[in-house]
């Protein structure tokens, strides 16, 4: 059932796309719902024999959790802006390019610097290796990878909305970001850019045209036409790229390899539709087994973890792994506490896979402060939402398309998680503050 799944999933996508228009991409409910909906589904479509289900007390805690992120995303939206006399009146949003060339220059340096880092160390074994090391300087490069990925996502919307010419560091950026990850075997920072660009750039093709008809957006932009080529050449390259990293990661005996990593038993029917896909079959394992094996790890932990908390420093990693041992805060402490659980319950496989970021909020703040954690990100998020709605800028898309990429990531470990995506969001918040003049807003009444 789960190939019919796949075939009903794509279609439901288009349907909600063609009746809400291009700029349903741009809200973070739409991959919100489509992720968790995506998972459920092939969870339960592909019945593959996990020996945790998911429990009726699991799934009220996931309901009442999402009930609770969109009552206080709605509060959020409807929460009276600060400086609300700006927004009296009729008035029109005047925005004015920023220079990104002072913070491409960054990025450049620091870019290059850890692209050499990582190949001195690990050498160029491309796909084999599903982890690497990098030096200090390395690390410390890292900081200034992600301002490649919010430089791409401004400038291209940038040039799609006002209908200007594409900056050649744009161009530049998303090689260099696209590099990096591809010199690292990176699927989730490719996934970032491919997201964030889908996430806002028919935003941008549908105000350029004016039309919530995303082919006719499509069709009247004469930038975006240019890029059709491009584009398919992209896609043909990630499309090879992830049939390749299948094939080197996990040879002839991928299908007991899965099994043998999630402590699963892949049904006889998965496996023929597998085969039957020919080359692209390891990619739809792929699929299968990354986006359903969460939901059993998630079941138990939720069971099972009693602690230590560690109150956001879990999913912080990137402050609490600095931290001194002796302190109680370092995120190995949860890692180890899970590995225990896993090993006790016989399921030791699933310690290399995800928990969603339910299971991150509960090893962070149990699970009645998960609930509440959820609330204030749904305020904060609706506020966001509130904010770009009534400043249809490029400057504010980007922050959106963050958040999209986010809510992806909310069914595997979180977004807090991955300092990629809290790098990129941490960087352009510093270009927005310092650039907030470039936004003008002028009376037409």
Request: net charge positive.
């Amino acid at each position: 059932m789960v190939l019919e799944f796949f075939l009903l999933y794509s279609i439901l996508l288009v349907f909600i796309i063609k009746n809400k228009g291009a700029t349903v991409l741009t809200n973070d409910l739409f991959w919100l719902f489509t992720m968790w909906f995506f998972i459920f589904g092939i969870f339960y479509s592909a019945n593959i024999d996990y020996a945790y289900k998911l429990s009726s007390n699991t799934i009220i805690f996931l309901l009442t959790g999402f009930f609770v992120y969109l009552l206080f995303r709605k509060i959020g939206f409807h929460v009276v802006l600060k400086n609300r006399k700006n927004h009296i009146g009729k008035n029109e949003v005047v925005e004015n390019r920023i220079n990104t060339i002072p913070f491409f220059v960054i990025s450049l340096i620091g870019s290059s610097l850890y692209l050499i880092d990582i190949i001195r160390i690990n050498g160029l074994a491309i796909g084999v290796k599903s982890s690497y090391s990098v030096s200090t300087i390395g690390a410390l490069s890292f900081i200034f990878v992600p301002i490649m990925l919010v430089i791409w996502i401004y400038e291209i919307n940038y040039s799609l909305r006002y209908s200007q010419k594409i900056k050649r560091r744009a161009y530049i950026a998303f090689v260099v970001y696209f590099m990096i990850s591809f010199t690292i075997a990176g699927r989730q920072a490719i996934f970032y850019i491919i997201l964030s660009t889908v996430a806002s750039v028919f935003w941008s093709l549908s105000l350029s045209a004016m039309t919530k008809d995303l082919f006719r957006a499509i069709k009247n932009n004469i930038i975006f036409r240019r890029l059709k080529f491009p584009l398919l050449i992209f896609i043909s390259i990630v499309l090879v790229y992830y049939v390749f990293l299948s094939n080197t990661r996990y040879g002839d005996n991928y299908i007991q390899t899965f099994e043998y990593a999630m402590g699963a038993n892949f049904p006889d029917r998965v496996i023929k539709q597998s085969e039957w896909l020919g080359g692209l079959g390891k990619i739809f394992l792929n699929i299968i087994l990354y986006f359903s094996h969460q939901l059993s790890k998630l079941e138990i932990v939720f069971q099972y973890y009693e602690g230590p908390y560690l109150f956001g420093l879990y999913q912080l990693n990137v402050i609490s792994r600095r931290l001194p041992l002796s302190w109680g805060l370092d995120y190995r402490l949860v890692s180890w506490s899970k590995r225990s659980i896993l090993a006790s319950v016989g399921q030791m496989g699933l310690a290399t896979g995800w928990d969603t970021i339910w299971g991150s909020l509960i090893s962070d703040f149990g699970r009645l402060g998960s609930i509440v954690v959820v609330a204030l990100i749904g305020l904060l998020v609706g506020k966001s939402r509130k904010n770009f709605s009534k400043n249809n800028t490029v400057m504010l898309l980007v922050f959106q398309a963050l958040i999209c990429v986010g809510m992806y990531t909310t069914v595997q470990i979180g977004p807090f998680f991955d300092i990629g995506w809290l790098y990129a969001m941490i960087w352009w918040k510093i270009i927005v503050m310092l650039n907030k003049n470039k936004i003008k807003r002028i009376r037409i009444m």
